[in-house]
């Protein structure tokens, strides 16, 4: 079971599943040569590719192509099922620091065959993640800057303003296929900035009124 922390509680939160939601900032879908998708692309993460703060990102002996993409990470703190765009922000309880590791040569490779990409967004170490502030704390999520440094170099540097889909529209649209539980997590894609890593590296990314996460690379 693998858990997180929503500041102001004492009893960690085990989580369910995570939801990851592509493209979602037209920059970033262009630097990779993707089109602009007509509606949501979901996949899903396991909570067993989940670090935390001051641990490793260990890459898998079948790539050599490891990227990061810093993320806002949205903690689901009720059901919900086929609910309105209206309704969506009650049912966010924290938000939180993630980063979407991704095996670019390993996800080029499955696309090519028209197969999921879990192999790639999905392995062990893949999704590092912050602790979670209560949601009562962040006033406007669609308007909070994301960066990325690299051993002290940034990387990325956009805000969330430019996401293509709004929370609210994410969610209502996820939970037509998904019912959304306590304990899910929900990343709302990356900005443009995204590149390698490599052994001995240090992350740090940060989001503007939610906090900071820093992890190496082993």
């Known amino acids: 079971m693998h858990c997180i922390k929503l500041l102001g509680t004492t009893e960690p939160i085990a989580v369910g599943k995570i939801i990851c939601l592509a493209r979602n900032y037209v920059a970033h879908a262009h630097e990779l040569g993707n089109e602009v998708p007509s509606e ?6 396991p909570a067993s590719s989940i670090i935390g703060e001051g641990e490793q990102i260990v890459i898998p002996p079948y790539s050599d192509d490891c990227h990061h993409e810093t993320e806002l990470a949205l ?42 990409w879990e192999l790639a967004k999905g392995f062990d170490t893949a999704c590092p993640l912050s602790n979670f502030v209560p949601a009562s704390q962040v006033s406007d999520p669609h308007n909070l800057r994301i960066t990325l440094d690299i051993n002290g170099q ?3 540097d956009g805000t969330s303003s430019c996401m293509i889909r709004r929370i609210p529209e994410t ?11 306590p304990g899910d997590i929900v990343l709302t894609g990356t900005p443009a900035g995204v590149s390698r890593v490599q052994s001995g590296d240090r ?16």
């Open 154 to 156: 940034r990387r990325q």
């Open 75 to 116: 903690l689901i703190g009720r059901r919900g099922k086929n609910i309105g765009a209206e309704q969506a922000m009650e049912l966010i309880s924290g938000y939180g620091v993630a980063l979407d590791m991704t095996l670019r040569d390993t996800q080029a490779k499955l696309k090519e065959k028209g197969y999921p």
């Open 40 to 45: 949501p692309v979901l996949f899903i993460k």
């Open 203 to 218: 992350l740090e990314a940060a989001i503007e009124g939610v906090g900071t996460l820093c992890v190496g690379v082993a």
């Open 171 to 181: 969610l209502a649209f996820i939970s037509q296929a998904f019912t959304l539980e």
